[in-house]
């Protein structure tokens, strides 16, 4: 495969800082295991600012309405209603069903909403608004019961008007004015108040994703989530200039935040290396350092003789978000195997998705979407299964799993499986201690 690099990324930035996360996170989390609740405020006071109410009740948000634009109530809604409509359809997909496999063996599908979810929705540089909606809202449209919400507080305002308000509008039982690793911990032990999650979901930073990671097991988690980041497959019938600021838009998540174009235009490539920088340079301040930043590091342009071999380009990066600004949509979207969220065509943009088109933005990076898709209704229902058996499927059944279990070595598999029908053999002789 004929693929040239315009611009590669450093791959020496990649792991900086991930074993000083990974370190910090044990700490904290032995430490609040230690200590509950007390040790979690302790770490709001210093690590957050905040010293204020850590709770906040479905009330108080219904109140912090009062305080956001109606501009801004109304854009929630909107994004809200699509959001729940998407999450009514991915339900609606996923059924219960009973099937007769063989005479008199029945077997089925049950689908159980999780008790608890712990909901996560970031603050620091940006409030992630949308990250509200995408979260809870796919829980409550799950069926969950009892959902936890956390924000980090900003100084001197608790969490702020508009996210309370987003979380109220998603269906939050409650949300806590906490963020990072204590945010994290305290929605895993169920502390202030909470359900102790089932589930954790929703972004974060590195130590969110750490702390996460480390919980893993305990507790469910939607993904193993790194930094955000978009593929644009373009060919020559893309705008350049389009392109440059789909790519610098996803640039100013964070100066870790991989922006990719594989091309089969070199005039377009061209131009977009000469845009890129200027679109960066009409940010304010300190979006524009940060998406400078994104661009120079971590940014790839790649030249493609052939739309195939973009296509297998795209599949090996597997991005979170991949767009396709080329001609023939219908066969791309045929051809395309690994991202997270598809977006096809110049009128599509990763913007819509991350705020208000409907479907989840929480999506795999770092290459998981070869292997998983995004947040989705299904993270917050349990598949499980069932069986009966009646008498005509007995001889044929424990035949079969008698056979198996003695060519595994397990003889009380055996024995068990053969009393349920004719062909049980008599059991080897118990002796039973006798006491006294």
Not at 78 to 92: L, P, V
Not at 226 to 237: C, K, N, R, Y
Not at 391 to 400: I, K
Request: proline letters at 4%.
């Amino acid at each position: 495969m004929a693929v040239t690099y315009l611009k590669k990324a450093d791959p020496a930035i990649l792991a900086a800082g991930q074993a000083e996360a990974r370190d910090t996170v044990e700490i904290m989390l032995t430490r609040i295991r230690q200590g509950g609740e007390a040790v979690v405020r302790d770490y709001a006071q210093r690590l957050d600012q905040w010293d204020g109410a850590l709770v906040v009740e479905r009330n108080e948000m219904a109140e912090a309405a009062a305080q956001v634009a109606p501009e801004l109530r109304d854009a929630l809604r909107y994004a809200h209603d699509n959001i729940r409509r998407f999450a009514e359809a991915q339900k609606a997909s996923l059924t219960e069903f009973e099937t007769e496999l063989r005479p008199g063996l029945f077997a089925g599908q049950g689908v159980i909403p999780l008790q608890a979810a712990g909901c996560y929705v970031p603050g620091g540089r940006y409030s992630h608004v949308a990250s509200a909606l995408m979260s809870i809202t796919t829980a409550r449209v799950a069926g969950v019961a009892d959902i936890t919400a956390c924000s980090p507080p900003r100084l001197g305002e608790g969490i702020p008007s508009a996210i309370l308000y987003a979380m109220w509008l998603a269906g939050a039982d409650r949300a806590l004015a906490l963020g990072g690793v204590q945010a994290i911990a305290a929605m895993t032990e169920g502390y202030f108040g909470a359900g102790k999650a089932d589930i954790l979901v929703g972004p974060g930073n590195q130590y969110v994703a750490e702390a996460k990671r480390q919980l893993f097991g305990e507790v469910g988690i939607d993904m193993f989530a790194g930094p955000t980041d978009v593929l644009i497959v373009a060919d020559e019938t893309a705008d350049a200039e389009t392109v440059a600021w789909d790519l610098v838009g996803q640039a100013e998540h964070g100066a870790n935040s991989p922006v990719w174009l594989v091309t089969t235009s070199k005039a377009l490539a061209a131009d977009v290396l000469d845009l890129v920088p200027a679109c960066c340079a009409a940010l304010q301040e300190p979006n524009r350092s940060v998406a400078k930043q994104a661009w120079e590091e971590r940014a790839d342009v790649m030249l493609c003789d052939t739309r195939e071999e973009m296509a297998i380009c795209a599949d090996r990066y597997a991005p979170e978000h991949l767009h396709v600004q080329a001609a023939d949509l219908a066969w791309w979207q045929g051809r395309l195997q690994s991202y997270g969220s598809l977006f096809l065509g110049a009128e599509a943009c990763v913007t819509f998705g991350d705020k208000a088109a409907g479907p989840n933005h929480v999506l795999p990076t770092d290459q998981a979407a070869r292997y998983t898709g995004g947040l989705s209704v299904h993270k917050f229902l349990k598949t499980v299964t069932w069986q009966r058996v009646e008498a005509d499927a007995l001889p044929d059944l424990v035949r079969a799993s008698a056979t198996i279990s003695r060519q595994e070595g397990m003889e009380g598999h055996a024995i068990s499986a053969e009393r349920r029908g004719d062909l049980h053999r008599p059991a080897p002789n118990l002796k039973v201690a006798q006491s006294g």
